[in-house]
């Protein structure tokens, strides 16, 4: 198992403010989440299509503070 990374694109997600103020992931799933594709070139919202990242490539991710988050997973 290794541990990789999809990109957020905090600028273009629109997230569901909660009325209880609770992250769940009910949350999440309502909220319209935009991923940064392969190779850092372009966007999509189909988790699917959304590039997938090492540690080591987060590095060479361009942007300015609170413009992206690395939201982690373990792949094979």
Do not use: Q
């Amino acid at each position: 198992m290794k541990r990789c990374y999809r990109i957020i694109c905090l600028k273009r997600s629109n997230f569901v403010a909660s009325n209880l103020h609770e992250y769940t992931s009910e949350w999440y799933d309502i909220s319209s989440v935009c991923y940064w594709m392969p190779d850092y070139s372009g966007y999509t919202y189909n988790i699917d299509e959304a590039g997938v990242y090492t540690l080591e490539e987060l590095d060479h991710a361009g942007g300015s503070h609170l413009d992206w988050f690395a939201s982690p997973f373990w792949t094979e």
